[in-house]
């Protein structure tokens, strides 16, 4: 049996709306600027703040630069400029704390902005998806994009555009000035920088460049050995092969190793003489060397050379700043393109005009569906289930019973066909009216770090505590609960841990408080010891009144208890009617029954009794059982 969060669709394309909406996304895909445009002013002041606190910044140097060369100049000294030099020195000062503060206080401020902006519209966005794609995202994927990455943004929106800005623009107006000083040290001043950025094309040769894609391949092989590694070392020690386990993770190591070494050799060479160019001791001595042989053979007054001293070495700043602050932008610039990809999933359609159900019969009419292109799962399937009826879903593993059920709650739309609840297609229905008509429990179920009592009354948060206890009691739980730390209020995940079967009898009461109309359930009691699978099934049975339920049953016993049993085999019905007409038939079902495949998924669900229940926090849960519950996240 596929499991509810593993269920991952890749939708067949035959009008399988995904692929549909999947080629929309690309049309509406935001672009990055797109997501900033709204902050652009607030961004805007912030750089400009910045540059002009860089630039402030260097009129104490200039200051001191102009004094120098006053003071040491022969004859007598001006008092008046002095002192203009002096005030323009310290309102620069001044005026660079003043724009710094302000800059990186805005900056800060709007980052936190930003970064709240784009976790709501994720937010809002992730709460709109088709389940189905949720179901099919890899473990921690949407947890790096909502967290690490809109974390990543920080440097872009508070640091380094206005840094990079401020490194080619103080440099800049340093060399106008130097520019009036003397033009010929100027030159030498600025030859350094000239030699290294004449190297750095020997760091973008195509050989380089493929040394690079080289190490990245290799680092990604590491990672996937290393999760490879750590998620199947339980398995894979229990069959005794960790030794080769552990070998595929040291080859990748060992590849690694040899491929960054043939990347650093190609570039030690270029990266060592650039460094070596733009070092402080190699500037100060082009300097003092051009400058000393100025004054004894050019005529350059000694005074002239401390603005050289002072500001030669702020012109190695764009080069330097090239290195880091790119580096920032481009991983601040591919975070912001994985959120647009996230906020491009188009939402599942809303109809304009919702349709309104009426009652709870549900009809599944010609229904197609293959997650894949060219392989259909479901291929042609007509059913109908009557309200006040249980219908049991039997057949051989893989003949598309979990993908079936998946249908009601619309985790997918059929490729073809429809889904009918009360005459509506499950299309033109409000998604708040589906949540409110649907709920479900399926077999991998993940609590919210939160209270039981609160998972319980996930569908309905307001519930009264006498009504959680009793849809509790219904579910055969009530009696764990009572024996956890702080019973009802015991957070599950911290301080508790519950077993699969506890887990989906905690889904099964959050599905009874929901109380919704139409209940979907991968045999619930799948984990349960015998004495309490009979009690759930007793109440699954006397659910009936007026309630829709569709059982994929494993156990001959809740068949034996529906109205109506379906055997389906390969993605079509071959078979339907009472249990008792079925049995005296001698057909599919008995045979399946007879032919111990039942006894096969029997084994299938205890394997999967020992697992501990996944408990997920709870701002990022796609609920697995769902009543309004899903209305709520559209609000
Ligand atoms: N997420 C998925 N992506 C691709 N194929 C899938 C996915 N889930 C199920 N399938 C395929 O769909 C077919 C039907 O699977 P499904 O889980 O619906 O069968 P099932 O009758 O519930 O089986 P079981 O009783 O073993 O769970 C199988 O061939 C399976 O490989």
């Given at each position: 049996m596929t499991t509810t969060s593993a269920t991952t669709p890749t939708q067949s394309s035959q009008s399988s709306q995904p692929s549909?909406?999947?080629?929309?996304?690309?049309s509406a895909r935001p672009s990055v600027a797109g997501l900033l445009r709204p902050f652009g002013r607030s961004f805007a002041a912030v750089v400009a703040l910045q540059v002009a606190g860089a630039v402030a910044g260097l009129a104490p140097l200039l200051a001191v630069a102009e004094l120098g060369r006053t003071l040491l100049s022969p004859g007598p000294v001006d008092d008046g400029h002095v002192r203009t030099v002096v005030a323009a020195g310290a309102a620069g000062l001044l005026l660079h704390l003043l724009c710094t503060t302000a800059s990186s206080g805005i900056g800060h401020l709007l980052d936190g902005r930003v970064q709240l902006a784009l976790r709501r519209q994720l937010a809002a966005r992730l709460g709109r998806v088709p389940i189905g794609w949720l179901a099919r995202r890899r473990t921690g994927e949407l947890a790096k994009v909502v967290g690490d990455d809109v974390g990543a943004v920080h440097p872009f929106i508070a640091h380094t555009p206005g840094e990079l800005t401020s490194a080619f623009v103080v440099p800049l107006i340093s060399l106008v000035y130097l520019c009036t000083v003397d033009w010929r040290l100027t030159l030498i001043t600025l030859a350094p920088v000239i030699l290294a950025v004449a190297l750095v094309p020997l760091m973008l040769t195509p050989a380089r460049q493929r040394e690079e894609r080289d190490r990245d391949a290799a680092m990604g092989r590491i990672a996937d050995a290393a999760v490879e590694f750590v998620q199947g070392i339980a398995v894979v020690k229990t069959f005794g092969g960790a030794g080769r386990a552990h070998r595929a993770f040291r080859t990748?190591?060992?590849?690694?190793?040899?491929?960054?070494?043939?990347?650093?050799?190609?570039?030690?060479?270029?990266?060592?003489?650039?460094?070596?160019?733009?070092?402080?001791?190699?500037?100060?001595?082009?300097?003092?060397?051009?400058?000393?042989?100025?004054?004894?053979?050019?005529?350059?007054?000694?005074?002239?050379?401390?603005?050289?001293?002072?500001?030669?070495?702020?012109?190695?700043?764009?080069?330097?700043?090239?290195?880091?602050?790119?580096?920032?932008?481009?991983?601040?610039?591919?975070?912001?393109?994985?959120?647009?990809?996230?906020?491009?999933?188009?939402?599942?359609?809303?109809?304009?005009?919702?349709?309104?159900?009426?009652?709870?019969?549900?009809?599944?009419?010609?229904?197609?569906?293959?997650?894949?292109?060219?392989?259909?799962?479901?291929?042609?399937?007509?059913?109908?289930l009557e309200p006040g009826t249980i219908t049991a879903l039997v057949g051989p593993s893989g003949s598309g019973k979990s993908t079936l059920v998946r249908l009601l709650p619309r985790f997918f739309d059929p490729g073809h066909g429809s889904v009918l609840l009360g005459g509506a297609d499950l299309r033109d229905l409000d998604s708040r009216e589906l949540g409110r008509a649907v709920s479900f429990v399926f077999q991998d179920m993940r609590l919210l770090r939160a209270s039981v009592a609160e998972n319980i009354a996930l569908a309905v948060p307001h519930a009264a505590p006498g009504d959680v206890e009793r849809a509790a009691r219904a579910a055969h739980i009530h009696d764990r609960i009572l024996q956890l730390p702080r019973g009802y209020d015991t957070v599950l995940g911290e301080e508790a841990a519950l077993s699969g079967g506890e887990a989906q009898r905690i889904a099964l009461a959050r599905a009874l408080l929901a109380d919704t109309p139409v209940l979907v359930l991968d045999e619930a009691t799948a984990f349960a010891d015998p004495r309490t699978e009979l009690a759930v099934r007793r109440t699954l049975t006397s659910l009936g009144e007026d309630r829709t339920v569709l059982v994929i049953a494993h156990r001959l016993e809740t068949a034996r208890a529906a109205d109506t049993v379906v055997v389906l085999r390969d993605g079509r019905i071959v078979e339907r009617g009472t249990p008792d007409e079925l049995l005296v038939e001698q057909g599919e079902f008995t045979a399946l029954w007879q032919s111990g495949r039942a006894g096969e998924v029997r084994t299938g669900t205890t394997a999967r009794a020992g697992r501990t229940a996944r408990t997920t926090p709870r701002a990022t849960t796609p609920g697995t059982t769902h009543g309004p519950a899903r209305g709520e996240d559209d609000r």
């Amino acid at each position: 049996m596929t499991t509810t969060s593993a269920t991952t669709p890749t939708q067949s394309s035959q009008s399988s709306q995904p692929s549909q909406s999947d080629q929309s996304a690309q049309s509406a895909r935001p672009s990055v600027a797109g997501l900033l445009r709204p902050f652009g002013r607030s961004f805007a002041a912030v750089v400009a703040l910045q540059v002009a606190g860089a630039v402030a910044g260097l009129a104490p140097l200039l200051a001191v630069a102009e004094l120098g060369r006053t003071l040491l100049s022969p004859g007598p000294v001006d008092d008046g400029h002095v002192r203009t030099v002096v005030a323009a020195g310290a309102a620069g000062l001044l005026l660079h704390l003043l724009c710094t503060t302000a800059s990186s206080g805005i900056g800060h401020l709007l980052d936190g902005r930003v970064q709240l902006a784009l976790r709501r519209q994720l937010a809002a966005r992730l709460g709109r998806v088709p389940i189905g794609w949720l179901a099919r995202r890899r473990t921690g994927e949407l947890a790096k994009v909502v967290g690490d990455d809109v974390g990543a943004v920080h440097p872009f929106i508070a640091h380094t555009p206005g840094e990079l800005t401020s490194a080619f623009v103080v440099p800049l107006i340093s060399l106008v000035y130097l520019c009036t000083v003397d033009w010929r040290l100027t030159l030498i001043t600025l030859a350094p920088v000239i030699l290294a950025v004449a190297l750095v094309p020997l760091m973008l040769t195509p050989a380089r460049q493929r040394e690079e894609r080289d190490r990245d391949a290799a680092m990604g092989r590491i990672a996937d050995a290393a999760v490879e590694f750590v998620q199947g070392i339980a398995v894979v020690k229990t069959f005794g092969g960790a030794g080769r386990a552990h070998r595929a993770f040291r080859t990748a190591t060992d590849e690694f190793t040899e491929v960054f070494h043939r990347f650093v050799r190609g570039l030690a060479g270029t990266a060592a003489a650039m460094q070596t160019l733009l070092s402080p001791p190699f500037v100060l001595l082009a300097v003092l060397t051009g400058g000393t042989a100025l004054i004894t053979g050019g005529g350059m007054p000694p005074a002239d050379l401390l603005p050289f001293l002072l500001l030669g070495l702020g012109l190695t700043a764009p080069v330097a700043a090239l290195g880091h602050g790119f580096d920032d932008m481009r991983a601040a610039h591919q975070a912001l393109r994985r959120i647009r990809d996230v906020l491009a999933v188009p939402p599942l359609p809303q109809p304009a005009r919702p349709a309104v159900p009426r009652g709870h019969r549900v009809e599944l009419r010609g229904v197609r569906f293959g997650y894949e292109d060219g392989h259909e799962v479901l291929r042609g399937v007509d059913l109908v289930l009557e309200p006040g009826t249980i219908t049991a879903l039997v057949g051989p593993s893989g003949s598309g019973k979990s993908t079936l059920v998946r249908l009601l709650p619309r985790f997918f739309d059929p490729g073809h066909g429809s889904v009918l609840l009360g005459g509506a297609d499950l299309r033109d229905l409000d998604s708040r009216e589906l949540g409110r008509a649907v709920s479900f429990v399926f077999q991998d179920m993940r609590l919210l770090r939160a209270s039981v009592a609160e998972n319980i009354a996930l569908a309905v948060p307001h519930a009264a505590p006498g009504d959680v206890e009793r849809a509790a009691r219904a579910a055969h739980i009530h009696d764990r609960i009572l024996q956890l730390p702080r019973g009802y209020d015991t957070v599950l995940g911290e301080e508790a841990a519950l077993s699969g079967g506890e887990a989906q009898r905690i889904a099964l009461a959050r599905a009874l408080l929901a109380d919704t109309p139409v209940l979907v359930l991968d045999e619930a009691t799948a984990f349960a010891d015998p004495r309490t699978e009979l009690a759930v099934r007793r109440t699954l049975t006397s659910l009936g009144e007026d309630r829709t339920v569709l059982v994929i049953a494993h156990r001959l016993e809740t068949a034996r208890a529906a109205d109506t049993v379906v055997v389906l085999r390969d993605g079509r019905i071959v078979e339907r009617g009472t249990p008792d007409e079925l049995l005296v038939e001698q057909g599919e079902f008995t045979a399946l029954w007879q032919s111990g495949r039942a006894g096969e998924v029997r084994t299938g669900t205890t394997a999967r009794a020992g697992r501990t229940a996944r408990t997920t926090p709870r701002a990022t849960t796609p609920g697995t059982t769902h009543g309004p519950a899903r209305g709520e996240d559209d609000r």
